[in-house]
Nanobody
Framework: VQLQASGGGLVQAGGSLRLSCAASLSGNIMGWYRQAPGKQRELVAIISNLGSKEYTDSVKGRFTISTGRAGDTVYLQMSSLKPEDTGVYYC????????WGQGTLVTVSS
């Protein structure tokens, strides 16, 4: 399984970015985790193939996760970005086992 993430970059606080992740197959669950410098990887948002969504508290109301029609692409629309959102964002897919993308760096400047 291959996961190709894109869309990271440098943005000022209050700005927006959209992350995309294309997978070589669809998953029961797809989502995004992030790892800030010096911290452990944490869940940002996940979405099931039935459409249920889960967000970490710090991004609720600011981030939106969605999938493409074929269920093999996952997006993360990030708005009102804060410096604490800075980190490497990893695409995640689960279909009986977990798979990870290579990560895309998001840097939010104050």
């Amino acid at each position: 399984v291959q996961l190709q993430a894109s869309g990271g970059g440098l943005v000022q606080a209050g700005g927006s970015l959209r992350l995309s992740c294309a997978a070589s197959l669809s998953g029961n669950i797809m989502g995004w985790y992030r790892q800030a410098p010096g911290k452990q990887r944490e869940l940002v948002a996940i979405i099931s193939n039935l459409g249920s969504k889960e967000y970490t508290d710090s991004v609720k109301g600011r981030f939106t996760i969605s999938t493409g029609r074929a269920g093999d692409t996952v997006y993360l629309q990030m708005s009102s970005l804060k410096p604490e959102d800075t980190g490497v964002y990893y695409c995640y897919l689960y279909n009986g086992r977990a798979y990870w993308g290579q990560g895309t760096l998001v840097t939010v400047s104050s």
